[in-house]
T-cell receptor, first 112, second 114 residues
Framework: DAKTTQPTSMDCAEGRAANLPCNHSTISGNEYVYWYRQIHSQGPQYIIH???NNETNEMASLIITEDRKSSTLILPHATLRDTAVYYC?????????????FGTGTRLTIIP | NAGVTQTPKFRILKIGQSMTLQCTQD?????MYWYRQDPGMGLKLIYYSVGAGITDKGEVPNGYNVSRSTTEDFPLRLELAAPSQTSVYFC?????????????FGSGTRLTVV
């Protein structure tokens, strides 16, 4: 699986959009970008994933650049409950690529 | 649905003791995983399984064993506990398809070896 690079930490004001970047310059054509978050000591929670097109769900939006070498997770109206560690993970779609490899992620702190 | 259930939530072991961390899922997922997370670090894969009767090593398998006799259950066995195994253990499952929601994680087991 391709490696990812994320900032160690970020702050965002409550009510503003939180934009979390991720670089995955070695991503290959059949690899998906996944985002998870981990609140305090809970198990990681799935947020969103995509291949090429931008994606949106009830939690967030995922913007993937045209060359697919980077992406941005957008939390449109951050709340205090969004304070968590956010993991950007690249995973292949083929059999044998079922494993997710977690890095250290970005610690997002929402400021009141 | 209960999702992924892990027991126990907390456990203190003495060095050299053994224990089994239980994990069960009710989503009929073929794929199951065990991760450990040390303080301030990301999750590291211990073992995984792509179906009943099939298991494989992850990044940090030493000191652990697994079995997968049913689709639902994926227990993790520690034979001779060591202080280096003090960690939070997470079990996860997935259908394996990239068109769905990825992994579902349990709430974790916090293990301390003294």
């Amino acid at each position: 699986d391709a490696k990812t690079t994320q900032p160690t930490s970020m702050d965002c004001a409550e009510g503003r959009a939180a934009n979390l970047p991720c670089n995955h310059s070695t991503i290959s054509g059949n690899e998906y970008v996944y985002w998870y978050r981990q609140i305090h000591s809970q198990g990681p929670q799935y947020i969103i994933h995509g291949l090429k097109n931008n994606e949106t769900n009830e939690m967030a939006s995922l913007i993937i650049t045209e060359d697919r070498k980077s992406s941005t997770l957008i939390l449109p109206h951050a709340t205090l409950r969004d304070t968590a560690v956010y993991y950007c993970i690249v995973r292949g779609a083929n059999f044998g690529n079922e494993k997710l490899t977690f890095g250290t992620g970005t610690r997002l702190t929402i400021i009141p | 649905n209960a999702g992924v259930t892990q027991t126990p939530k907390f456990r203190i072991l003495k060095i050299g003791q053994s224990m089994t961390l239980q994990c069960t899922q009710d989503m009929n997922h073929n794929y199951m995983y065990w991760y450990r997370q040390d303080p301030g670090m990301g999750l590291k894969l211990i073992y995984y399984s792509v179906g009943a009767g099939i298991t494989d090593k992850g990044e940090v398998p030493n000191g652990y064993n697994v079995s997968r006799s049913t689709t639902e259950d994926f227990p993790l066995r520690l034979e001779l506990a060591a202080p280096s195994q003090t960690s939070v253990y997470f079990c996860a499952s997935s259908s394996g398809s990239t068109s769905n929601y990825g992994y579902t994680f349990g709430s974790g087991t916090r293990l301390t070896v003294v």
